[in-house]
Nanobody
Framework: QVQLVESGGGLVQAGGSLRLSCAASGGSFSGYNMGWFRQAPGKEREFVAA????????YYADSVKGRFTISRDNTKNTVYLQMNSLKPEDTAIYYCAAKGTTVAVTARSYDLWGQGTQVTVSS
């Protein structure tokens, strides 16, 4: 069973940048489509970005398009989320998730989840 561990969260000022990492262990990573989701206090978990297992298809939420970049390195079993021009409304717990078959943008489509990493953007 593949396990996912996120890292790279923290406190940053508005306009700053962070890079989140999600490392997979315990199984083959390259066949999984990967997604990043986030959940702010009192809100539902929402889609942020997704990448196909080959890395040739990328999807972004409108709210992060042009500011966030998802990428993966299958040799390192890791998927990344580069976050630039951060805003206070980006504050949330960020989760990575994995699924087989096809890439998706809905949380319920994903089978495996990490424990999350907190991102806080101060104004």
């Amino acid at each position: 069973q593949v396990q996912l561990v996120e890292s790279g969260g923290g406190l940053v000022q508005a306009g700053g940048s962070l890079r989140l990492s999600c490392a997979a262990s315990g199984g083959s990573f390259s066949g999984y489509n990967m997604g990043w989701f986030r959940q702010a206090p009192g809100k539902e978990r929402e889609f942020v970005a997704a990448i196909s297992w080959r890395g040739d298809r990328l999807y972004y939420a409108d709210s992060v398009k042009g500011r966030f970049t998802i990428s993966r390195d299958n040799t390192k079993n890791t998927v990344y989320l580069q976050m630039n021009s951060l805003k206070p409304e980006d504050t949330a717990i960020y989760y990575c998730a994995a699924k087989g078959t096809t890439v998706a943008v809905t949380a319920r489509s994903y089978d495996l989840w990490g424990q999350g990493t907190q991102v806080t953007v101060s104004s």
